[in-house]
């Protein structure tokens, strides 16, 4: 079966540390593979995105994935964290279909 | 561009009350879909429309909930009768088509006292 996981419920950093997070997927074929992030009371927004092509996606916000098919890894990085980042960070895969397998998703809080 | 409308945005209800949670996707985008976030479950897809037909509603919890897209431009997600256990936020997206980024909503949160 198609599944997306989140190895970790809460990472905490410090503002302008780096930030990586873990997102593992399990599918038959290579999946889309999404991030998005969710802030208090908002809704879901789209970080970035993996079709295909090159393996190092570029996003909003300064948001980076790298998509490693040997490790079955979608992890999301930024070099330097703001205050503005502490949100819940959600992992998406699905595939040419309308399905999309989320995570359960990782809290990121920011210390000052 | 207007993204994806929902509404309410907030709505608190009495147990046994009817609830409807209104829908306006991206103009062009030929999917839709409502999804549930809880604590306990986190997303969850309820169903599926393309080109205003349902494709999927294994997601559906239960007879109490139904689900409309009489155009490709308004769904509407029912619960009647609504219980304690529904209070969660409703996403609505939508999408170009299969296999494309979905595009999510404000969602609506539903508390049902």
């Known amino acids: 079966a198609q599944s997306v996981t989140q190895p970790d419920i809460h990472i905490t950093v410090s503002e302008g540390a780096s930030l990586e997070l873990r997102c593992n997927y399990s599918?038959?074929?290579?999946?889309?593979l999404f991030w998005y992030v969710q802030s208090p009371g908002q809704g879901l927004q789209l970080l970035l995105k993996?079709?295909?092509?090159?393996?190092l996606v570029q996003g909003i916000k300064g948001f980076e994935a790298e998509f490693k098919r040997s490790q079955s890894s979608f992890n999301l990085r930024k070099p330097s964290v703001h205050w503005s980042d502490a949100a819940e960070y959600f992992c998406a895969g699905g595939g040419s279909n309308y399905k999309l397998t989320f995570g359960k998703g990782t809290l990121l809080t920011v210390n000052p | 561009d207007a993204g994806v409308i929902q509404s309410p945005r907030h709505e608190v209800t009495e147990m046994g009350q009817e609830v409807t949670l209104r829908c306006k996707p991206i103009s062009g985008h030929n999917s839709l879909f409502w999804y549930r976030q809880t604590m306990m479950r986190g997303l969850e897809l309820l169903i599926y429309f393309n080109n205003n037909v349902p494709i999927d509603d294994s997601g559906m919890p239960e007879d109490r909930f139904s689900a409309k897209m009489p155009n490709a431009s308004f769904s509407t997600l029912k619960i009647q009768p609504s219980e304690p256990r529904d209070s969660a936020v409703y996403f609505c997206?939508?999408?170009?088509?299969?296999?494309?980024?979905?595009?999510f909503g404000e969602g609506s949160w539903l508390t049902v006292v």
């Open positions: 599918y038959g074929a290579t999946p889309y």
């Open positions: 997206a939508s999408s170009p088509g299969p296999g494309n980024t979905i595009y």
């Open positions: 993996y079709f295909s092509g090159d393996t």
